[in-house]
């Protein structure tokens, strides 16, 4: 059973726009979120993360709100740029001595 | 010099064949990792490592072993390839519980390509 879910695979976006991109989680446990980035050829890198005490962390033209609630979490950029074109991956963490766990990715293409 | 260094970076092998992928770090993280991109599939876990003399297996390690020959070096080995084991291999690294710094740093990736 998938812990993390990113339900959309793709995602198109005019440059300037903001783009939402969503990942929904399973598990109650998990404690720490964080958003990967990886472009062609390359490996993911790290762009932002969010500990499950807080509901908003900002850094520059990323925020990532986390709703506990919901079980939902969602990477807004604004404005998008083309360079943001990438997939971008979730990943949670459940603590003590466990991997992340990260949902499918979502590729986000920005358009010019 | 990168932080996460794999080798090779692109490798064609035949089906049946004895491969090893290998990964070094200068990170000095204790804990290692090894994942497979598959496309609508995501990072798929395969084994990790928290030390030297740990070693466990993730997800889909079926068809793979491992190698924790240092704290910087985790070897992957796939015994006899299959052409499903086709895909994107990366290793990554993360210090224990460092979420704030960024969890995981990733290599590269090797591209490999069983016919």
Known sequence: DQQVKQNSPSLSVQEGRISIL????????????????KYP?????????????????????FTVFLNKSAKHLSLHIVPSQ??????????????????????????????? | DADVTQTPRNRITKTGK?????????KGHDRMYWYRQDPGLGLRLIYYSFDVKDINKGEISDGYSVSRQAQAKFSLSLESAIPNQTALYFCATSDSGQWASGGYTFGSGTRLTVV
């Open chain 2, 18 to 26: 004895r491969i090893m992928l290998e990964c070094s770090q200068t």
């Open chain 1, 41 to 61: 050829a390359e490996g993911p890198t790290f762009l932002i993360s969010i500990s499950s005490i807080k509901d908003k962390n900002e850094d520059g033209r």
């Open chain 1, 22 to 37: 969503n990942c929904d989680y399973t598990n109650s446990m998990f404690d720490y979120f964080l958003w990967y980035k």
């Open chain 1, 82 to 112: 083309p360079g943001d074109s990438a997939v971008y991956f979730c990943a949670a963490d459940v603590g003590g001595n466990t991997p992340l766990v990260f949902g499918k990715g979502t590729r986000l293409s920005v358009i010019a």
